[in-house]
């Protein structure tokens, strides 16, 4: 008489486990690029909407943006959102999880003279995720990506 087997070899075990630690490998680097990805396009919809801010800004204000020239650019987060009057504003989205990654930034031409602003043109950037850029955007309606590499801004100048 015929014995029955039942179960499977740890050979056969050991495959299947090894076939699902590759495509679960593979989908995890898969998924850590969508992240990244999709932060990178929430950092550019938080720049737009900071830009946005800044047109009501200008336009209660006869056509002038806060006067913020610091050489570095100030953080957009608090000082810029201090200057608009803004209760929330958008951060960095690694940057609560991280935080020496950088925040988003802003600088503008000109100077504060007697407490009023008298910037007329002003850029907003964001390091990208994604890649070795930043994202710009700038009062004059340019947007993109500027390498890192040797990356300034200088007087709110559009850099693009």
């Known amino acids: 008489m015929k014995k029955l087997k039942l179960g499977f070899t740890m050979i056969e075990l050991l495959v299947v486990v090894s076939i699902i630690g590759v495509l679960a490998a593979l989908v995890m680097v898969s998924f850590t690029a969508s992240q990244k990805q999709a932060k990178d396009i929430e950092r550019k919809s938080d720049l737009r909407q900071y830009s946005t801010a800044l047109e009501a800004y200008a336009n209660k204000n006869?056509?002038?943006f806060p006067a913020r020239t610091v050489g570095s650019g100030v953080i957009a987060s608090t000082t810029l959102c201090t200057d608009l009057a803004i209760s929330t504003c958008p951060e960095d989205p690694k940057n609560a999880s991280d935080a020496s990654y950088p925040t988003y930034k802003y600088q503008s031409?000109?100077?504060?003279?007697?407490?009023?602003?008298?910037?007329?043109?002003y850029v907003l950037w964001a390091k990208l995720e994604n890649s070795d850029n930043y994202w710009v955007v700038c009062s004059i309606g340019k947007n993109g990506?500027?390498?890192?590499?040797?990356?300034?801004?200088?007087?709110g100048i559009c850099p693009l």
Not at 114 to 119: K, L, Q
Not at 145 to 155: A, I, L, M
């Open 145 to 155: 990506t500027k390498s890192t590499s040797g990356f300034v801004v200088s007087g």
């Open 62 to 64: 006869n056509g002038l």
């Open 109 to 121: 031409d000109g100077t504060l003279s007697n407490g009023s602003a008298t910037a007329i043109e």
